[in-house]
């Protein structure tokens, strides 16, 4: 799994991937568009396709909220998807084939979303709740890609270390 975050203003996500034998491997789990930002959790393959079919066929969120996930099989690919519009800056989520629009003012998806969560309750944004979620949260991992919405560009990766060492706890035990 992973961790995928939505503060407003930031997309968020680890790059870690393991696959069924547990090897791990690193890869890109958000993608920025011209209208639509996406994070995803699942099958790295799933995604690809994702995208793919999003660029091929220049869907816009309208499109999206109509059609819902073309390529959903419940039985054999369930993904979580965050999809941002960029223009207004809502955010949709993925349920059951279709998209519905998350309600609060941050979203999180993934094995880690309950540590995303409250670290953003707690006021912190989307790249520093992807690094709580690494310290507690087995499946994510290796660095924090952060896309800023609204800006052109590839992700930069947040510096995750030095966070780490801002917190009012001695958290050696799980950056070890």
Not at 29 to 51: R, T
Not at 84 to 110: E, M, Q
Request: net charge negative.
């Amino acid at each position: 799994m992973t961790t995928v975050a939505f503060d407003g203003s930031y997309l968020a996500a680890d790059t870690l991937m393991t696959d069924s034998f547990g090897l791990r491997r690193f890869t890109t789990k958000v993608w920025c568009g011209e209208n639509l930002a996406v994070g995803f959790s699942g099958d790295v393959g799933a995604f690809q396709v994702f995208i793919r079919d999003v660029l091929r066929h220049d869907i816009t969120l309208d499109d999206l909220l109509k059609r819902g996930y073309a390529a959903y099989e419940k039985d054999r690919n369930d993904p979580q998807v965050l999809v941002v519009d960029i223009a207004t800056r809502k955010s949709y989520l993925h349920v059951s084939g279709a998209f519905v629009r998350s309600v609060g003012p941050f979203c999180a998806i993934g094995s880690g979303r309950d540590f995303a969560y409250a670290t953003m309750a707690l006021g912190k944004g989307a790249p520093e709740s992807v690094t709580v979620a690494s310290l507690f949260d087995v499946w994510t991992g290796g660095d924090i890609e952060v896309f800023s919405i609204g800006q052109r560009g590839q992700p930069f990766i947040f510096d995750s270390a030095k966070y780490i060492k801002t917190l009012p706890y001695d958290l050696d035990y799980w950056v070890k």
